[in-house]
C-alpha cells in the first residue's frame, strides 16, 4: 500500500505542505516499510489547472491515500472518482502523518475543503 503526502522538500522529514495542486513535493511513502519517494510537482507552476494535473500524476503513482493540508474541488473530481482517499486538515512533519495513518488517526473527507484556486495566493507570493 502506499500513500501521497504533500511536502515542502524532498524529504520526510519536511512538513506537510497545506497545498495539494500547488504543494512543492509530494511523499510517495509505504506506511509499513517506510520506504519513500519524492516527487517534485510540476504543476506548482502552472498557471491554471494544477489540480486537475497534480491529481492524474498521483492517481498514476497508485496510492491509496492522499494526504494534505488543503484539497480543491477540481483536483478532487480527479482523485475521489480514481478511488483514492483524500485526507484533508493534514499537518506536521511527513514523517509522523505516516505514522498517525498508519495508526488510524485520520478520517476520509467527504468532499474539497477550499473553493478553486485557493493556492494561487501563494503562488503569486513565491514569485515576490
Do not use: W
Amino acid at each position: 500500500m502506499k500513500i501521497a503526502i504533500t511536502a515542502t522538500e524532498p524529504k520526510i522529514e519536511a512538513e506537510v505542505d497545506p497545498r495539494f495542486g500547488r504543494c512543492q513535493y509530494f511523499i510517495i511513502a509505504d506506511p509499513e516499510t517506510m520506504e519513500f519517494e519524492a516527487i517534485d510537482n510540476a504543476s506548482a507552476i502552472s498557471g491554471g489547472g494544477a489540480g486537475v494535473s497534480a491529481a492524474q500524476v498521483i492517481a498514476g503513482k497508485g496510492v491509496e491515500s492522499v494526504l494534505t493540508g488543503n484539497c480543491g474541488p477540481n483536483a478532487y473530481q480527479v482523485l475521489s472518482p480514481a478511488g483514492i482517499k483524500v485526507i484533508t486538515g493534514v499537518s506536521g512533519r511527513v514523517r509522523d502523518v505516516i505514522e498517525d495513518y498508519k495508526d488510524g488517526r485520520f478520517k476520509e473527507s467527504s468532499q474539497p475543503n477550499v473553493p478553486n484556486h485557493f493556492g494561487m495566493e501563494k503562488k503569486l507570493e513565491d514569485r515576490r
